[in-house]
């Protein structure tokens, strides 16, 4: 079993960075492919970026490739999402997550779920 817990979230005007963290509970953080997801006031949730197991191997949305950065530290059991050139529609509550699976897109591939960390970009 793995329990995350987002961290890193706030308000930011457009043009900012955050950078959020995920911690993750257990000794096996390096079984799990890890990914980011984001929920934006009535919308469905959305992709926003994954990491592999090791971190070779990264995935992001067109939304936000180029400006948004995952990386991942096994050592530490945590994955971060760095946020730079923030806009207003990245505003969200962002969610990790934790799959015995590859480096997904896909929601339905992801076992665990943190409870989200708010991100809000003013014009």
């Known amino acids: 079993q793995v329990q995350l817990v987002e961290s890193g979230g706030g308000l930011v005007q457009a043009g900012g960075s955050l950078r959020l963290s995920c911690a993750a509970s257990g000794r096996t953080f390096s079984y799990y492919a890890m990914g980011w997801f984001r929920q934006a006031p009535g919308k469905g949730r959305e992709f926003v970026a994954a990491?592999?197991?090791?971190?070779?191997?990264?995935d992001y949305a067109d939304s936000v490739k180029d400006r948004f950065t995952i990386s991942r530290d096994n050592a530490k059991n945590t994955v971060h999402l760095q946020m730079n050139s923030l806009k207003p529609e990245d505003t969200a509550v962002y969610y990790c997550a934790a799959g015995q699976t590859t480096a997904t897109t896909a929601g339905s591939r992801y076992d665990h779920w943190g409870q989200g960390t708010q991100v809000t970009v003013s014009a």
């Open positions: 990491i592999s197991r090791g971190g070779g191997r990264t």
